[in-house]
């Protein structure tokens, strides 16, 4: 069965202190692992995908990568406004048409 | 444009009460899926539908139904709903292609009384 796990659950940060996020994933046949970002009362904002061991991709502040076996969500120097939950979630092969498995999110407080 | 939009962004209604709620989008994707959300809780899959045709009912009661009028929107009609069904409601859409990314809307959040 398609599972993720993110942890940790919590994460208080400093202004200006890095930090990352990990995503542990187990599926059968990778189609793709996403992060999104989620604040309170809204939809999940799409950030990344990833497809294969190896790939990174960045923007602003937030790097991804990936391996056979997890995700990390790398955040450089974050601001309070990256203060949200972050989800991860991948599409295995099996499982049904284009579902997405969740992880139970990352919730992030920077402070000033 | 990734933009999915939702509406209403708020709906209060009563057990008894029959209310709609509606997503649109523009980007030519022919995925489009239905999603509930509790607080603190990841979104849970509802509904999936693909070139118009529902081809994923994750067991939702019956209370929830889908429709899909055209390719750019979809709706979910409620009747009868419990206190717990009190969420966020989620739209999503993306191209029919294994892997591709989902692109959510804003959502609107339900409360029963």
């Known amino acids: 069965e398609d599972q993720v796990t993110q942890s940790p659950e919590a994460l208080r940060l400093q202004e200006g202190e890095s930090s990352s996020l990990n995503c542990s994933y187990t599926?059968?046949?990778?189609?793709?692992l996403f992060w999104y970002r989620q604040d309170p009362g809204k939809g999940p904002e799409f950030l990344f995908t990833?497809?294969?061991a190896g790939e990174e991709k960045e923007k602003e502040r937030l790097k991804a990568t990936l391996t056979k076996k997890e995700s990390f969500l790398h955040i450089t120097a974050p601001k309070p406004e990256d203060s949200a939950t972050y989800l991860c979630?991948?599409?295995?092969?099996?499982?049904?048409?284009?579902?997405?498995?969740f992880g139970a999110g990352t919730r992030l407080a920077v402070h000033p | 444009d990734t933009e999915v939009t939702q509406t209403p962004k708020h709906l209060v209604m009563g057990m008894t009460n029959k209310k709609s709620l509606k997503c649109e989008q523009h980007?030519?994707?022919?995925?489009m899926y239905w999603y509930k959300q509790k607080a603190k809780k990841p979104p849970e899959l509802m509904f999936v539908?693909?070139?118009?045709?529902?081809?994923i009912n994750e067991s939702v009661p019956s209370r929830f139904s889908p429709e899909c009028p055209n390719s750019s929107l979809l709706n979910l009609h409620l009747h009868a709903l419990q206190p717990e069904d009190s969420a966020l409601y989620l739209c999503?859409?993306?191209?029919?292609?294994?892997?591709?990314?989902?692109?959510f809307g804003p959502g609107t959040r339900l409360l029963v009384l």
């Open positions: 599926v059968s046949g990778l189609r793709g």
């Open positions: 999503a859409s993306s191209r029919l292609q294994g892997g591709e990314t989902q692109y």
């Open positions: 539908y693909s070139y118009e045709k529902l081809s």
């Open positions: 979630a991948v599409q295995g092969l099996g499982g049904g048409y284009n579902k997405l498995i």
């Open positions: 990833l497809y294969s």
């Open positions: 980007m030519g994707h022919r995925a």
